[in-house]
């Protein structure tokens, strides 16, 4: 079975910053890519944010600039670091990733999500 845990969101002030973090475990025989996406209140969910197995990244226009997204050296855990936040931020942040398993079985799989809340 495979899991994917997110940790660090929270509250900030507009103009701080925080890193998520999510870490895959379970029967992978491998991550291909990786992504975090967003949920606003109301809205629909929308990428924010996409690494490849070769570190190849994109952004939504709207992040561009402030946030970064990075993988770990054992390529299991993607981060997400987010700079110069606004209040329009303010969303459930999920993690996601297409893995194979060691059944050679690719799928897609998500995390819990972790709230992150920006204050004016």
């Known amino acids: 079975q495979v899991q994917l845990v997110e940790s660090g969101g929270g509250l900030v002030q507009a103009g701080g910053s925080l890193r998520l973090s999510c870490a895959a475990s379970g029967s992978i025989r491998r991550l291909n890519n990786m992504g975090w996406y967003r949920q606003p209140p109301g809205e629909q969910r929308e990428l924010v944010a996409r690494i490849t197995s070769d570190g190849t990244t994109n952004y939504a226009d709207s992040v561009k600039g402030r946030f970064t997204i990075s993988r770990g050296n054992a390529k299991t855990t993607v981060y997400l670091q987010m700079n110069s936040l606004k209040p329009e931020d303010t969303a459930i942040y999920y993690c996601?990733?297409?893995?194979?398993?060691?059944?050679?079985?690719?799928?897609?799989?998500w995390g819990q999500g972790t709230q992150v809340t920006v204050s004016s």
């Open positions: 996601a990733a297409n893995i194979l398993d060691v059944g050679f079985n690719a799928d897609d799989y």
